[in-house]
């Protein structure tokens, strides 16, 4: 083993490595451009690829359409006919008694349409099964053993009757045919007969009730109801204690004048003693409490006490001076207590006196006398006012009473007298009415039986068509399931699905690739998808460095590629390298025959080991070089793929699993030709659309497709149809 090889970065190269502009050669497959929406290629591929979900569906329509069929009973049809003729309920004729109306024209199909709703109303039915008998009629089981009431299941039988009952009329004639459905002949004439017979009696008491009787019962009804609204008219007089409603009204109405007149005065009276008793109060508080009466006036000075003092404390300076010396201290004390006196004499001395003489004010008495008065007799008007109030309030709740008693007294004498005249009204009817029942008893029939009910010796049954409509039911439910099947697949079945969904070429279709690349045997499809290759020209030239980009994981990348490189380089000799972004490279070498070594690896190169087979190099970890960092600029990585196309005659790139990143964008725009793998019944549809607009719109050359996983899904005769 050769040892491994580290390819510096090469230098900067120029945009012309990767052309914007691509030129393929003739002979490169082209898409066909514009194909219908949905084929019938794709629903014989659905088809094939969902046959037993498509077969389930048609036959469990089909099959429970079957067994309904064959649990249908042959139904017998019993059939009556009738002739419906005019008579006075439907031919205009004059009134005979003169108090009634005459009766209006009506049409014949009218009249026809009248009688067949009588014939299938519920009351003919529930009296033609009461005929026959309830439980000869058949009908579904009561659900849990359970018994229902007799009321339930008679409307129930009569509601199943109604369904079966069918009626025609003739719209040029007055014929009206009756028919009913059930299994049993006998029973179906018979429930046929019932039913006329029931409809012919019911249309005779229709036709022969008493109108008389109404009438008369009408008029007793309205009498009772006169007599309740009297009675409620008393009621009302007994409740309100109304003798006379009019005299009661004028009464209260001149009480309620008075009273309004003696509130009014007494609160003119309130007034006048509220202002009398504010100026009386006021004039009160104004008043003084004592007048002058008298004043004396006197210039005598009352200083006698001061004066003794004075003599007293003279007396007793004399006699200090004579025991004690001159500078004895309590002489200077002394000598001020008499310049103290001799000061208090002098200002007495000055003053002068007068007395005046004050008197209570005679008119405080009158004014408090007057304001007690006018205080009780305010109080006395308040209370006169409160009861004169109360009466008035009394007398408007009487006046409101009264009112209320004059609204329900008037509707109960407008009801007396609508029904008075109802009375009369039907009074002179009801003589007339008995005239005219008595001519109407002479009338003739107006419905003749034809053909008494009668059935044909053999039944009919719907299994035939119910059988017919199942399988019907099932090819359409069928039909729609794989409609729906087609619509919602997401993957390609063939090559051809593939083109037209992708709208690129073909380049190659290949089975299993597994087997072949672990043998490193040749395959006829890897050799011809290699020629083409290297007789493709991208921009004048044969492209390098080709990527297998990838619309999902595990979609035969690895081998492919494998297996690419092999015819590569046992094709044309020259160096090979195989590129594997998918994974770490390990599966590659050890398919190979090869495997990593510990070698010490420049940070960004791209680390490649030799393999068994001759001018065959596999990479390792190419992942970390700077292929796949976003950190190196560009010019880096172009600079990189120029030292590997000047290194190796064919780069076979596998391109990582579905990615968006910068990285993975940036290097599918610098390949020199991209391929998208594609594997049956796997690839998303969306996803490898979406590959491809990304390819496209990096400016990169797109050869076309490769389908994987290839498979026959059509027979021959199938896939020359489809």
């Given amino acids: ?30 898409a066909r451009g514009a194909r219908p929406f949905l084929s019938v290629s794709d629903l014989v591929i659905t088809l094939m690829l969902r ?99 007799p009321g339930l299941r008679l409307t129930a039988a009569a509601e199943a009757l109604r369904r079966s009952l069918r009626t025609d009329a003739d ?44 009438l008369v019962a009408e008029l007793d009804r309205t009498r009772d109801r006169l007599r309740e609204v009297e009675g409620g008219i008393g009621q009302v007089k007994a409740r309100y204690g109304i003798v006379d409603l009019s005299t009661e009204m004028n009464l209260l109405a001149g009480r309620l004048d008075a009273i309004v007149r003696r509130e009014d005065a007494l609160r003119e009276q309130e007034v006048q003693t509220s202002a009398q008793l504010a100026s009386a109060e006021q004039r009160l508080s104004a008043q003084p409490t004592r007048v002058y009466a008298s004043s004396e006036a006197t210039n005598a000075v009352s200083g006698d006490e001061v004066r003794s003092t004075f003599t007293r404390l003279l007396q007793e300076r004399e006699r200090m001076v004579a025991q004690y010396a001159p500078g004895w201290p309590g002489l200077a004390d002394l000598d001020q207590r008499i310049a103290a006196a001799r000061a208090a004499l002098r200002e007495a001395g000055r003053n002068t006196f007068q007395t005046t003489r004050e008197v209570r004010n005679p008119v405080l008495d009158q004014l408090a006398s007057r304001v007690a008065a006018l205080q009780v007799e305010k109080d006395a008007i308040s209370r006169q006012l409160a009861e004169v109030g109360r009466q008035r309030q009394a007398a408007e709740v009487r006046g409101s009473e009264l009112v209320g008693a004059d609204a329900q007294l008037r509707e109960l004498s407008r009801q007396r007298e609508g029904m008075e005249v109802i009375v009369r009204q039907l009074i002179t009817r009801e003589a007339g009415t008995r005239v005219e029942e008595d001519n109407r008893r002479q009338r003739s029939a107006s419905i003749n039986i034809v053909q008494p009910p009668t059935a044909p010796l053999r039944g009919t049954s719907l299994r035939r068509p119910v059988a017919a409509g199942s399988i019907v039911a099932g090819l359409a439910a069928a039909s729609l399931l794989l409609l729906l099947l087609t619509l919602t697949r997401r993957s390609f079945a063939t090559p051809q699905e593939a083109e037209r969904g992708l709208d690129l070429p073909s380049l190659a279709h290949f089975g299993s690739l ?29 492209p390098c460095i080709v990527q297998f980009a990838a619309a999902g994981g595990e979609d035969g990348r690895e081998e492919l590629g494998r297996s690419i490189a092999l015819e590569y380089a046992r094709r044309t000799g020259t160096d090979t390298l195989l590129i594997d972004l998918q994974t770490d490279g390990r599966s590659q070498l050890a398919a190979l025959g090869s495997q990593p070594m510990e070698v010490e690896r420049v940070p960004g190169h791209l680390l490649v080991f030799n393999t068994v087979v001759p001018n065959l190099w596999v990479s390792f970890n190419a992942g970390s070089s700077f292929l796949m960092d976003t950190s190196v600029t560009i010019e880096g990585t172009r600079n990189l793929l120029d030292q590997l196309r000047n290194s190796f005659d ?55 497709f490769v389908y994987t996983s290839y498979r026959r899904v059509l027979p021959r005769a199938l896939a020359g149809f489809a």
């Fill in 1 to 30: 083993m050769s040892p491994p090889l580290a390819l510096p970065s090469p230098k900067e190269v120029s945009s012309d490595s990767v052309g914007s502009s691509q030129e393929l050669a003739a002979y490169v497959p082209q």
């Fill in 514 to 542: 597994r087997t072949a690349t672990e043998g490193m045997k040749r395959m006829p499809e890897v050799a011809d998808f290699v020629a083409m290759l290297l007789d493709v020209r991208v921009v004048g030239r044969r």
């Fill in 51 to 149: 046959l037993p979900w498509v077969v389930l569906a048609f036959l469990v329509p089909a099959a429970l359409g079957i067994a309904l069929a064959l649990l249908l009973p042959a139904r017998h049809t019993a059939e009556a006919v009738m002739m419906v003729l005019t008579s006075r309920e439907t031919a205009g004729a004059p009134d005979l008694s003169g108090f009634g109306p005459n009766v209006v024209s009506v049409e014949m199909q009218k009249a026809v349409r009248a009688e067949t709703e009588i014939l299938g109303s519920e009351e003919v039915l529930r009296r033609a099964i009461e005929r026959v008998g309830l439980e000869r009629l058949p009908g579904p089981p009561a659900e849990g053993g359970r018994t229902e009431a």
């Fill in 171 to 214: 719209a040029t004639s007055n014929i009206l045919r009756v028919r009913l459905s059930l299994p049993d002949r006998a029973l179906a004439i018979e429930m046929l007969g019932a039913i006329v017979d029931a409809y012919l009696d019911r249309r005779a008491e229709l036709f022969s009730e008493s109108s008389s009787r109404l």
């Fill in 650 to 704: 064919a780069v076979v790139v596998i391109g990582p699993d579905d990615d968006n990143s910068y990285a993975v964008r940036r290097l599918t725009a610098l390949m020199d030709a991209n391929v998208i793998v594609v594997r049956g019944e796997r690839t998303r549809s969306d996803r490898a659309l979406a590959l491809r607009d990304r390819v496209l719109n990096s400016g990169s050359t797109l050869l076309g």
